[in-house]
């Protein structure tokens, strides 16, 4: 037994020195389902070793068999078989069985995913006379070991991975560790795709996000314009690189991306998008008028400034939390309020514009001081007219009445908290606005009385559908009342 093993380990040494046709690849390794054979002889004992795939993919399920024939009419016992493979191909279960006449699963084979070396092992044994190779007349007996591996994505790429196998039988043991036939995985293909880009603008960042199928999470995408490259990110586990870009130059910016190529994925690029960066955003500014003599019940007159000066956007106007009115920004740049205090104190007022398209938005606070109300005070009563059919785009006259009739001061109409416009009390004490809803549903429009020298604010309001439209909807109902002196509500109208 000692003597056999050791002419099998010479005969392995010298392979390149064997009889013509004891080395006969049968298959290439080539992209695709490419099956390899290779079939060499030790002494009397000839062996055929084939893999299913020898260029396979991440995933693919591969099957390596060793035929084991006698090229003289001595018979040979086989013990065991250990079929030796790359760690990163990972063992079936259940797939481990030897072949005859049929086919005879191995119950409990070894298995070693990974011997510390990069290679790993499946070993199966059996009794001494279960598996005999014959070739004789009468007798002729090839057994066929067989075990299937599913391909892990750690497998180097573009390198010779080498198989072989290891035996023991009756006339000696034979070790082909590295006899093959050898497993080669091409990269893996990847496409890269850039997603548009909108709204880009001069010192503004804008995100590019391309997508890559094909890599691995932490693999590098590289942004250019132009020829210029412009940054690098990685990937995350959706495929998905995404960078922060902020253009210096306006106009026209071609924009590609590009996966780099890895030790296991090979390099993709996008095709070019166009991008057309705007000028730089305006910075705007907001200011406030000085607000001075402000006094409980009193309507003193808040004014906001937004520069550049031009119509588009909004300010909004706040006390403190509270919202007083969102107000659309003349050609002036310029917003009005008639703001009516219910208490008396520092108040905090902030205006806030929206921006406009080019424009950044600003905001900015100015400290007032309200006085406490006069002592001697008269207090009104404001009646919101009912309102009849009311449609979006048709033009509705409000009109509320302020008693006394001879207090002066101004009204206030809003839907919701939206200025719909301001009216003069005239001697009768009647102020009107037009109104024409933009759209439709519930609402509810105020009237505000400003209040004017001894006279106390009030207030009332109704609740009426606006129709579609072309459909006028029906009648609002009637007032819920009005603000009596120091903020308070008053009877009924």
């Known amino acids: 037994m000692t003597s056999r093993a050791m002419t099998r380990g010479i ?20 992209a695709g389902a490419a099956p390899g054979s290779i079939t060499w002889d030790d002494g009397s004992s000839r062996f055929t070793r084939t893999v299913s795939n020898t260029a396979p993919a991440v995933g693919d399920t591969i099957t390596v068999t060793t035929k084991f024939d006698r090229t003289s009419w001595v018979d040979e016992f086989i013990y065991n078989v250990k079929d030796r493979h790359p760690s990163c191909l990972a063992y079936v279960p259940g797939s481990a069985k030897m072949i005859g006449q049929s086919e005879y699963p191995v119950s409990n084979p070894e298995v070693v995913a990974d011997e510390g070396n990069g290679t790993g092992y499946v070993r199966a044994s059996w009794g001494v006379t279960d598996w005999v190779v014959q070739n004789r007349p009468g007798f002729f007996r090839n057994p066929v070991f067989s075990v299937s591996y599913k391909v892990g994505q750690n497998c180097a790429r573009d390198t010779a991975l080498a198989t072989g196998m290891d035996y023991g039988g009756s006339l000696g043991s034979g070790n082909y560790g590295t006899m093959g036939p050898s497993i080669t995985m091409a990269k893996t293909a990847t496409t890269t795709t850039l997603d548009p880009v909108a709204g880009a603008r001069v010192g503004v960042p804008s995100t590019l996000t391309a ?33 922060a870009w902020t253009p210096t130059l306006r106009g026209s910016h071609a924009l590609s991306a590009g996966f780099l190529d890895t030790a296991f994925s090979t390099a993709s690029q996008s095709g070019t998008i166009t991008v057309q960066v705007a000028e730089q955003n305006i910075t705007s500014t907001v200011a406030l008028a000085p607000v001075t003599g402000a006094q409980v019940g009193r309507a003193s007159t808040v004014t906001a400034t937004v520069s550049p000066t031009a119509a588009g956007g909004t300010v909004e106007l706040r006390d403190g939390t509270t919202t007083l009115a969102t107000l659309p920004v003349g050609n002036d740049g310029k917003v009005t309020y008639q703001w009516v205090p219910t208490v008396a104190g520092s108040h905090t007022l902030t205006a806030t514009f929206s921006g406009r398209d080019g424009v950044t938005g600003s905001g900015t606070t100015v400290q007032v001081n309200v006085a406490e109300a006069p002592v001697s005070t008269t207090d009104s009563t404001t009646t919101l007219n009912p309102l009849g059919s009311v449609a979006v785009g048709t033009a509705t006259t409000l009109t509320a009445k302020v008693n006394p009739a001879n207090a002066g001061g101004t009204v206030t109409f809003k839907d919701g908290g939206t200025v719909i416009g301001t009216g003069q009390v005239g001697s009768d004490g009647t102020a009107t606005t037009a109104w024409t809803p933009a759209t439709a549903g519930q ?9 004017q020298g001894t006279v106390n604010a009030s207030s009332d309001q109704v609740s009426v559908i606006v129709a579609p439209g072309g459909d006028p909807g029906g009648p609002g109902t009637g007032g819920t009342g009005s603000l009596g002196s120091l903020g308070g509500f008053g009877s009924g109208n």
């Open 11 to 30: 005969a392995v040494g010298a392979a390149t020195t064997l009889t013509a046709g004891a080395f006969a690849l049968l298959g290439a390794g080539v």
């Open 211 to 243: 997508t890559v199928t094909g890599g691995a999470a932490g693999d590098t995408v590289e942004f250019r314009d132009g020829a210029t490259v412009i940054g690098q990110a990685t990937i995350d586990a959706g495929g998905t690189a995404t960078l």
């Open 443 to 451: 609402r509810t429009v105020t009237a505000e009385y400003s209040g």
